[in-house]
């Protein structure tokens, strides 16, 4: 499993040097209740709602025969990825040997030095981004 994030359709391409231990996917629903008088509480089936995605690990300083690349060093990755956030763009979010690929949005992101490594440790939070589809009416 490798995870890639792109921007521009592939303009630029950064591939995580070391893969998470686990990520986890949120898939909610928005179903409201509604309280009647006389049922009690009743669930009206609402639309899916955003998936979101969060998972963590670290940005390597130095080579590492484990890592899955090395085109970047440490804080050199939080730097894109800050870079992207503040053009205000949605990023291209593929996870291989899985179904993710979709445009996400980073919704919080926190890194760090956390050993004398000089590894950038991060943990990150992003948001499906779906595309808007608006339906025009013809007159």
């Given at each position: 499993?490798?995870?890639?994030?792109?921007?521009?359709?592939?303009?630029?391409?950064?591939?995580?040097?070391?893969?998470?231990?686990?990520?986890?996917?949120?898939?909610?629903?928005?179903?409201?209740?509604?309280?009647t008088i006389n049922q009690g509480d009743i669930l009206l089936i609402g639309q899916r709602g955003?998936?979101?995605?969060?998972?963590?690990?670290?940005?390597?300083?130095?080579?590492?025969?484990?890592?899955?690349?090395?085109?970047?060093?440490?804080?050199?990755?939080?730097?894109?990825?800050?870079?992207?956030?503040?053009?205000?763009?949605?990023?291209?979010?593929?996870?291989?040997?899985?179904?993710?690929?979709?445009?996400?949005?980073?919704?919080?992101?926190?890194?760090?030095?956390?050993?004398?490594?000089?590894?950038?440790?991060?943990?990150?939070?992003?948001?499906?981004?779906?595309?808007i589809k608006l339906k025009t009416k013809r007159v």
């Amino acid at each position: 499993m490798d995870i890639f994030f792109s921007v521009n359709n592939r303009k630029t391409v950064l591939q995580l040097p070391i893969v998470p231990s686990e990520f986890k996917i949120k898939s909610p629903f928005n179903n409201e209740t509604w309280s009647t008088i006389n049922q009690g509480d009743i669930l009206l089936i609402g639309q899916r709602g955003l998936k979101s995605i969060s998972f963590e690990s670290f940005f390597p300083k130095k080579k590492y025969k484990f890592a899955r690349t090395d085109k970047y060093k440490g804080w050199e990755y939080a730097e894109l990825l800050e870079t992207w956030r503040d053009k205000r763009i949605p990023i291209r979010l593929v996870i291989t040997n899985t179904k993710i690929n979709m445009l996400v949005l980073i919704d919080d992101f926190e890194y760090g030095p956390q050993d004398g490594t000089g590894d950038v440790y991060y943990s990150i939070s992003m948001t499906e981004f779906p595309e808007i589809k608006l339906k025009t009416k013809r007159v």
